[in-house]
């Protein structure tokens, strides 16, 4: 019964911090004028099944720039996934922890998987060789939104 108490605190959480990226997103890009819809999302990872929220952005002329897709709770790198998807590609932030991932070395010395990982938030690996995480902010969004999209912001 604790187990699964602890694993619905994960799922919680993860949804919390899933719908405190989307507040943030909608500020970020207020000034833009776009459209903001979100809907609802069943979805499943390791820690069972979810019931969250996705959301979609569109220009105001309707054109979709993205869907932002909660994955889960469950990732190598951080404590959640978001996906953000369109016609050309796909992209992830992971939800990540100050100090990040933690390695032991043979000699003992513990070291950060990844670089970068400065606060608790959102981050994009932008290449997984490189080992370098960026939070995510409102300049990074619109870089994301247009590497699914192709769509440049002014």
């Known amino acids: ?5 602890k694993i619905d605190d994960k799922k919680q959480l993860y949804l919390q911090r899933v719908n405190k990226f989307y507040h943030f997103l ?4 207020a000034e833009k004028h776009l459209i903001f819809s979100t809907a609802p999302h069943v979805f499943k990872d390791e820690l069972g099944t979810y019931r969250g929220t996705k959301m979609t952005i569109y220009r105001m002329d309707k054109t979709l720039l993205a869907h932002l897709i909660p994955v889960g709770a469950k990732s190598l790198v951080g404590d959640g996934v978001i996906e953000i998807v369109n016609w050309l590609g796909n992209e992830h932030i992971f939800y990540m922890q100050k100090p990040g991932q933690i390695m032991t070395m043979p000699s003992g010395q513990k070291i950060p998987i990844l670089t970068g990982v400065n606060n608790d938030g959102w981050y994009w690996i932008e290449d997984p060789r490189t080992l370098e995480a960026h939070i995510v902010d409102k300049e990074l969004l619109l870089k994301l939104i247009t590497l699914v999209s192709d769509y440049e912001f002014v």
Do not use: G, K, R
């Open 1 to 5: 019964m604790e187990q699964s108490i």
């Open 26 to 29: 909608t500020d970020w890009l």
